[in-house]
C-alpha cells in the first residue's frame, strides 16, 4: 500500500496525532515570545538630560539622563538612546537576520539527516542562546544571543511547520497548518500580558524562555517523520512508526506494509537529487519556486508594512503588543472554511485574499485621511491585514502541499528566506510618502494584486495525492495549471536524463 493508505488504516488524526500536534502547535507560542521580546525588553521609555544648555560630550551626557518613566529595559540598563539608541533597533535586525540564515539553512538540513534530530538539536541550542539573552552582563553579548536564537528560532519554526503536516493524513494538512499560524498569533498576545505581568526585562526573559524548556522535554518523545523515512527509501522504518502511530491509536497494523517508493533508485536518486539546488534544475520546481517565492515576498512586504502602518498609535505598549496579535485571529477560521471547499480550494482562495488585500490598500487613497467617518484609511489598513494574514496562512499549507516530500523543508527554506527579505524592506516602503503620500499604499496595492495573478497559475492541490519525489512532478497529475506542452516535454527530458 502507498503512505496514504497507510494513514487510512493508522489513522490520519487519531490520539497519538492529536497528542503530538498539540505539542508542535502549543511551541508556537515559545516562538512567539522570542519573536516579539524586542519590542518590550527594547522599549525607550521619556527622558530628560539635567542641565540641558550645558555642554557635554557624548559620554558625559549619559550619566546625566534621568528616566521619568520607572521602566527596566536594556535602554535604561545601557543607556542605549542618543547615538546609541540605533542598537535596539539593530539588535531586532540581528534576530531577523537569524531567521532568514535559519530558514535557508535548515531546511536543506532537515530533508538530508531528518525531521527530529534537526528539530530537537535547534530547539535544545534556542532555549540555551534564550537564557544567554535573558543573562547577557553586556549589551555586545545581548545582541550575539538575539542573533542565534533567531537563527534557531527561523530554523526549528520551519520543521516544526513540516513535521505537524507529516504526522497526520493529507486531509488534514490545513487544519494544522492553521492551528500553528494561529497559535503563534495567540503567543503574541499572550506575551503582551506575560510584559505587562512582568515588567523587569530580564525576569521578562528568563520567563518566556522557561516555557520552552516544557516544549522541548515533550518535544523528546516524538518519532521521526514516517513521510521523510518513505521519502528516503526507509520503508521498514517507516513501517515501525506506523505500527507504532497506530498502537498508540488503538489500531491493529501489524501486516502494515508499504509498497517501495521505487524502491533504491528512487531513495539512492532523490538522496543525491534533493537539495536546494534542484528548485533551481527541475523544470516543475524552477518556475513553481519563481512564483512562491514572489508570493511569499508580498505576503510579507503588505503584512509588515501594513502592521507598521497601523499601528502608529498612542496608547498602552501591552495592549498594542496583544492587538497586534489578536487582529489575526480572525483571518484563520475565515481561510480554514475556504480552503476546503472544491469550488475554492487553495489556489483561489489565497489569490483572492491577496486581490481584497491589494484592493483595501487601493481604496485607501480614495478615502481622506481623517475624515471621521466610519470608512477611514486605519479602517481599510487593518481589512489589508486581515486578508494579507489569511493569504499568509494559506501560502505556508499550499507551499507545503506544492513541493515532493524529499525536498519540502529545502522549498519551504528558500520562500522563508524571500518572506524575510520582504519583511526587511517593509520598514522602508512607508518612507516613500516624501515622494507622495498615496505611494506606500500604491506599493502594497501593487504587490497584492500582483501576488495575486501568479498565484493563479499555481495546480490546485485540494483533494490530490501528496508528491513523495521528484519525479511524481512531471507527471500530468502534478503539472502546473497554465503549464505548456513543451514545458512538460522539458519535465520528462529531465525525468529521463536523470534514470
Not at 27 to 48: D, F, K, W
Request: contains cysteine; proline residues 4%.
Amino acid at each position: 500500500m502507498d503512505l496514504e493508505e497507510a494513514f487510512q488504516i493508522v489513522g490520519e488524526f487519531g490520539p497519538f496525532q492529536k497528542r503530538a500536534v498539540a505539542v508542535l502547535v502549543l511551541t508556537q507560542v515559545y516562538m512567539a515570545c522570542q519573536s516579539m521580546l524586542i519590542v518590550l525588553v527594547g522599549h525607550t521609555p521619556e527622558y530628560r538630560i539635567e542641565q540641558q544648555g550645558t555642554a557635554f560630550s557624548q559620554q558625559e551626557v549619559l550619566h546625566h539622563v534621568i528616566f521619568t518613566e520607572d521602566t527596566d529595559s536594556i535602554v535604561t540598563e545601557w543607556l542605549l538612546i542618543k547615538q546609541q539608541a540605533y542598537k535596539v533597533s539593530l539588535a531586532g535586525s540581528l534576530f531577523f537576520a537569524g531567521l532568514l540564515v535559519g530558514n535557508v539553512v535548515f531546511g536543506p538540513l532537515s530533508d538530508k539527516i531528518g525531521r527530529r534530530p534537526v528539530y530537537l538539536a535547534g530547539f535544545f541550542f534556542e532555549v540555551v542562546f534564550g537564557y544567554v539573552t535573558a543573562l547577557a552582563p553586556s549589551y555586545e553579548v545581548f545582541a550575539v544571543s538575539r542573533l542565534l536564537v533567531g537563527l534557531m528560532n527561523g530554523g526549528i519554526g520551519l520543521v516544526c511547520f513540516v513535521l505537524t503536516q507529516e504526522y497526520v493524513g493529507k486531509s488534514y494538512w490545513a487544519m494544522t497548518g492553521t492551528l500553528t499560524s494561529m497559535t503563534f498569533a495567540v503567543g503574541i498576545a499572550l506575551f503582551g500580558a506575560l510584559g505587562y505581568l512582568i515588567q523587569p526585562w530580564r525576569s521578562l526573559a528568563i520567563a518566556a524562555n522557561s516555557s520552552g524548556v516544557l516544549f522541548f522535554l515533550l518535544s523528546v518523545t516524538l518519532p521521526e517523520s514516517p513521510r521523510w523515512l518513505y521519502s528516503q527509501g526507509q520503508t521498514e522504518r517507516a513501517e515501525e512508526v506506523l505500527r507504532y502511530i497506530a498502537l498508540r491509536n488503538g489500531n491493529a497494523a501489524n501486516h502494515l506494509m508499504l509498497q517501495g517508493v521505487g524502491s533504491a533508485k528512487a531513495s539512492n536518486h532523490d538522496n543525491r537529487g534533493a537539495g536546494v539546488l534542484q528548485l533551481v534544475i527541475h523544470p516543475v520546481l524552477r518556475l513553481r519556486t519563481m512564483v512562491l517565492m514572489y508570493i511569499w515576498y508580498a505576503c510579507s512586504l503588505v503584512y509588515y508594512g501594513l502592521t507598521l502602518g497601523a499601528s502608529e498609535t498612542s496608547g498602552n505598549r501591552y495592549v498594542n503588543v496583544a492587538m497586534y496579535g489578536l487582529v489575526e485571529l480572525p483571518a484563520y477560521p475565515l481561510c480554514l472554511y475556504f480552503i476546503n471547499k472544491n469550488w475554492a480550494g487553495r489556489r483561489k482562495s489565497m489569490a483572492s485574499f491577496l486581490f481584497l488585500a491589494g484592493s483595501a490598500c487601493l481604496c485607501t487613497m480614495l478615502v481622506p485621511e481623517n475624515t471621521g467617518t466610519l470608512l477611514s484609511v486605519t479602517l481599510l489598513a487593518l481589512v489589508g491585514k486581515l486578508m494579507v494574514s489569511a493569504a499568509f496562512n494559506i501560502a505556508y499549507v499550499y507551499t507545503s502541499e506544492l513541493y515532493p516530500t524529499v525536498i519540502r523543508n529545502a522549498g519551504l527554506g528558500v520562500c522563508s528566506m524571500s518572506c524575510r527579505v520582504g519583511g526587511i524592506l517593509a520598514p522602508f516602503v512607508p518612507s516613500m510618502r516624501a515622494v507622495h503620500t498615496s505611494m506606500p499604499f500604491t506599493v502594497f496595492s501593487l504587490s497584492g494584486l500582483s501576488a495575486g495573478c501568479l498565484g493563479l497559475l499555481l495546480p490546485e492541490t485540494l483533494n490530490k495525492p501528496a508528491v513523495e519525489t521528484l519525479e511524481e512532478l512531471v507527471s500530468p497529475t502534478h503539472s502546473r495549471v497554465l503549464e505548456s506542452k513543451a514545458l512538460l516535454y522539458e519535465g520528462y527530458k529531465w525525468k529521463s536524463n536523470h534514470k
